[in-house]
């Protein structure tokens, strides 16, 4: 991995890092030195402790909401429970109902749940979101330059939701997304979405940014992958 | 640099972040200073703590939402 690829990587992981903590990224400066692996790993570690140190709570709460109409439900989520615990309690939801509620919340709401959550606990409600909704979601995230949330929930989307997300990104966005992929092994499927005319727009982005190196290294990368669809 | 403010000094560095992970964490940080590792673990405990107070604030202020027919059993359920 080239020295710049592997700070593009260090700098995404301390932004999700600092985001778990409610800090600016800037104030853990000192784990730069830290490899992008070591990183992910406490991340994933911090999120467990998180998670874990509130789940009986998190999970009362999930369980009265199934008490109430789906329109308190999603009513509560804005006004009172904020993006950080509704993030939380998304995957303790049944995932259609988890759907019902996400469909009556603004997008921009549901941008900011984005942000905080993660979407290997709610993966299956995700997969159940309409496309056209995914899409919508992808333009206020792109709108935010939130490259990095976009970059978890890649390995999480069906291919219908991939697609229509790829539909609303300009080759700019789309480098960014590819160089902060969480899932990396996900790359070649996306690619093979994306098609050769649009990879050829991507790598001009990369060359017009100076990022041509870190860009075709990741193709590289993704060369090793087989492409297969997302199973499930 | 150090970042490190934690209120308690006495206890093995590591060890405080141990806790707070509640497991060992990744080798390469063995090779941060005390202070870096005291500002880490207060960082995870102080994220702790906020996530527990916007528990409470939730629990308390969710009510005046809920359908008064529904108060009691819902209040059940939180208990």
């Known amino acids: ?232 | 640099m150090g970042q490190g403010e934690s209120p308690r000094v006495s206890q093995d560095p590591l060890q405080e972040l141990r806790d707070q992970l509640r497991g060992d964490p990744p080798d390469a940080l063995r090779t941060l200073s005390e202070a870096d590792l005291r500002h880490l673990t207060e960082a995870i405990r102080t994220a702790r703590v906020r996530q527990a107070a916007a528990l409470e604030h939730a629990a308390e202020q969710g009510f005046s939402y809920v359908p008064r027919l529904l108060r009691g059993p819902i209040r059940r359920i939180l208990r």
């Open chain 1, 1 to 232: 991995m080239s020295v710049g690829y592997q700070s593009i990587e260090v700098r995404a992981e301390l932004l999700k890092l600092a985001r778990l903590l409610g800090r600016a990224p800037d104030e853990l400066a000192y784990l730069e030195a830290v490899g992008p692996a070591e990183l992910r790993a406490l991340r994933e570690q911090v999120t467990e402790a998180l998670f874990d140190s509130h789940l009986g709570a998190l999970n009362r709460l999930a369980s009265a909401s199934r008490l109430l109409p789906v329109a308190v439900v999603a009513q509560m989520g804005e006004k009172v429970f904020g993006a950080l615990l509704s993030a939380r309690i998304t995957g303790l939801l049944d995932p259609d109902r988890a759907v019902e509620v996400a469909a009556r919340l603004p997008d921009g709401f549901l941008a900011d749940v984005a942000v905080e959550l993660d979407p290997r606990r709610a993966s299956a409600m995700i997969a159940r979101i309409p496309a056209d909704r995914i899409a919508a979601v992808t333009r206020e995230l792109l709108a935010r330059g939130e490259f990095v949330t976009m970059g978890r929930f890649v390995g999480h989307l069906p291919d219908a939701s991939l697609q229509a997300a790829v539909e609303v990104s300009g080759p700019d966005d789309l480098l960014q997304v590819a160089l902060v992929l969480e899932n990396k092994d996900r790359l070649g499927h996306l690619l093979g979405l994306l098609g050769p005319e649009r990879t050829d727009q991507i790598l001009e982005a990369a060359d017009r940014a100076g990022l041509g190196l870190e860009a075709r290294e990741l193709l590289e990368q993704a060369g090793r992958d087989d492409g297969s669809p997302r199973p499930g």
